[in-house]
């Protein structure tokens, strides 16, 4: 009983970070309709590049958020505009080994670049605070507290400003968008940048508790789609919810169930995805558009 308040702040900090994680792979499979295999590597590409600052200019890797969101904008918006559009509209299948294709590029150029040794940045957000029996991690609580303002900001982007409207349009009703005037390719590529900015900002968080290699990226893609499957598609709620439902379980698992508890909630993950996925295949909350549409092979 005395691990329970432990338990419960692990399991909240630890769902903040898979929320703001798995923020950008919603968004876009919400608007686009892209499941996004690369999304892993995009958090890897993202934490290198706090690495990168932090090594050679002294960046902590909660400043390098502020550099790290627009470069990856601007790269998702091209990556966009030059490749995913190109198979947007086309089966399911053909956008899946696109991007699984481009997670393989990813993951073996920074191979290349980086070597597969690992890497941890330096942050001046260390140690932990002590309240009682309880003690909050401060590199873990600054991570969800970032997490937080991330997912504030884009909701109030998506509910208050004309483009956050278009985009909900466009995952809604592509069609009628285009009626009233909404430029749906430009949409796509605007969310596409969101997403993928949101997503590196991430990586670029968890490069100060995670050692980074190169094919870091597989095991954060499925959590994703766990937490993908909790939330709905898009419900930037949902995914504060579903994030925080799933660190709770890992949390809870990891403690009190000894000897293989780690494994174990990892393994857990996954089943609560296939339970989710028979029985609410919409997702707990409310998301932009259902998940249950018809996949086109």
């Known amino acids: 009983m005395d691990q329970l308040p432990q338990a419960l702040i692990n ?15 919603s968004l876009i499979w919400g608007v686009m309709g892209v499941i996004n295999l690369a999304h892993g590597e995009i958090i890897m590409v993202g934490a290198y590049i706090a690495w990168l600052l932090n090594k050679n200019a002294g960046w902590d890797p909660f400043l390098s958020v502020l550099v790290v969101l627009p470069i990856m904008f601007i790269f998702g918006y091209a990556l966009q505009r030059i490749l995913i559009n190109r198979v947007v509209e086309r089966p399911h299948l053909i956008s ?43 590199t873990k609580t600054a991570i969800l507290g970032v997490a937080i303002v991330i997912m504030s900001a884009l909701y109030y982007f998506l509910q208050r400003t004309r483009t956050g409207k278009a985009i909900r349009a466009a995952a809604q009703n592509k069609q009628a968008a285009r009626i009233v005037g909404v430029d749906i390719n430009k949409v796509y590529a605007f969310t596409f940048g969101i997403g993928i900015a949101v997503t590196a900002a991430a990586g670029a968080m968890i490069s100060s508790t995670q050692a980074i290699f190169p094919f870091m990226g597989p095991p954060l893609t ?14 930037i709620p949902g995914a504060l919810m579903g994030g925080v439902i799933l660190g709770l379980i890992e949390s809870f698992i990891g403690i009190y169930v000894s000897g293989i508890g780690t494994n174990l909630a990892i393994i857990s993950s996954f089943v609560l995805l296939v339970v989710v996925l028979i029985t609410r295949p919409q997702g707990l909350f409310r998301g932009l558009r259902p998940m249950q549409q018809p996949v086109q092979l």
Not at 98 to 124: C, E, H, Q, W, Y
């Open 222 to 235: 499925l959590r994703a789609f766990a937490i993908t499957a909790l939330a709905g598609l898009g419900s």
């Open 11 to 25: 399991g909240v900090m630890l769902g903040g970070f898979y929320a703001v994680m798995m923020l950008g792979f």
């Open 96 to 138: 899946l080994l696109v991007t699984f294709g481009l997670s393989i590029i990813i993951a073996n150029s920074a191979k290349l670049v980086f070597s597969a040794d690992p890497r941890l940045t330096d942050t001046g957000l260390s140690g932990a605070w002590a309240v009682g029996s309880v003690t909050f991690p401060v």
